[in-house]
């Protein structure tokens, strides 16, 4: 979850470069559809079925269903909202996602009930949250553009969120013992969990009306080397380590919490390569996001 933290640290950085002349109903297909690729390549290479029929008709359904609410859903609103409000305000308001795990991990998962210092961590990390939304920033951007930022990017984690929860219940009804054949099969998992997202995200694309201009900064390669390069570290590596950490740790919410460190990535990468702003107040906000997740892991 540490090395998914840092390579989605990059990745988010990258993409909120590209996301200035890109639109996201083009980039989370590219980016999607080449992370597939890649990993078609590596089960050629180290002898993963393309197909696994050892699950039930439900269980394919809820990996679809998971792909489709994060890999399309979720990430195409997570660019939209990374290009609206800049990459070190997406850091803080995503420390909110582990709760959104734990919300989701309580209803479809057994033993989640969170305790009273879980929720006191909740308050502090919804308190930084609200520190951001009003932080006085009215030269740096437009406040509407703010606050609908932060609304959309919260409806893009609870996507997300569902979808992860979701396919930590099929992850645990597959009994492997071998590490290896454990790996082998999540990362089967962390492909086929892609293919919904891709085929529902061109289906958006080939739908706009304006698609020849939408496609015209791709012709600058400067623009195409970043969003290459997100899409090999994003959807790959990044997704791959993440699913993995997720399958590896029993509990999703605990999973999610270690994932946080990327804010900590995210704004210090913003503040030195796309020259955020980071001012007193983004780090008092910063401050209590983390110490509300701190608080969140305890009696875990």
Do not use: H
Not at 12 to 24: A, E, G, H, M, R
Not at 140 to 168: E, H, N, P, Q
Request: charged content about 10%.
């Amino acid at each position: 979850m540490l090395v998914a933290a840092v390579l989605w640290s990059v990745t988010v950085i990258l993409l909120k470069s590209s996301s200035n002349q890109l639109s996201p109903f083009l980039i989370n297909p590219i980016k999607n559809s080449i992370g597939l690729l890649l990993f078609l390549i590596l089960f050629l290479y180290v002898g993963i079925p393309v197909w696994y029929d050892n699950l039930s008709l439900l269980g394919y359904y809820k990996i679809l269903l998971s792909g489709l609410l994060g890999m399309a859903l979720g990430d195409t609103i997570f660019i939209y909202a990374l290009s609206k409000i800049g990459a070190n305000r997406v850091a803080i308001v995503d420390s909110f996602s582990p709760f959104i795990i734990y919300f989701y991990s309580v209803l479809l998962l057994s033993n989640q009930e969170l305790v009273f210092i879980q929720f006191v961590g909740l308050i502090i990390t919804i308190i930084a949250i609200v520190i951001l939304t009003y932080e006085n920033d009215y030269e740096d951007i437009d406040y509407k553009t703010k606050r609908s930022g932060i609304l959309w990017l919260i409806f893009a984690m609870s996507c997300t969120g569902y979808g992860i929860v979701l396919l930590k219940t099929v992850l645990n009804e597959i009994n492997i013992v071998e590490v290896e054949q454990k790996l082998k099969f999540n990362l089967w998992v962390t492909a086929f969990r892609l293919l919904p997202g891709i085929i529902f995200s061109w289906c958006i694309f080939l739908l706009k009306k304006n698609k020849k201009s939408l496609l015209k900064p791709l012709t600058n390669k400067n623009v195409l080397s970043k969003l290459l390069l997100a899409s090999v570290i994003g959807p790959f590596f990044a997704l791959g380590f993440w699913i993995l950490g997720y399958a590896f740790i029993d509990k999703p919410s605990i999973a999610s919490i270690i994932s946080q460190t990327s804010v900590i990535f995210i704004v210090i990468l913003s503040w030195i390569f796309l020259k955020e702003k980071l001012t007193p107040l983004r780090i008092v906000s910063i401050s209590f996001a983390f110490i509300g997740v701190l608080l969140a892991i305890m009696n875990n």
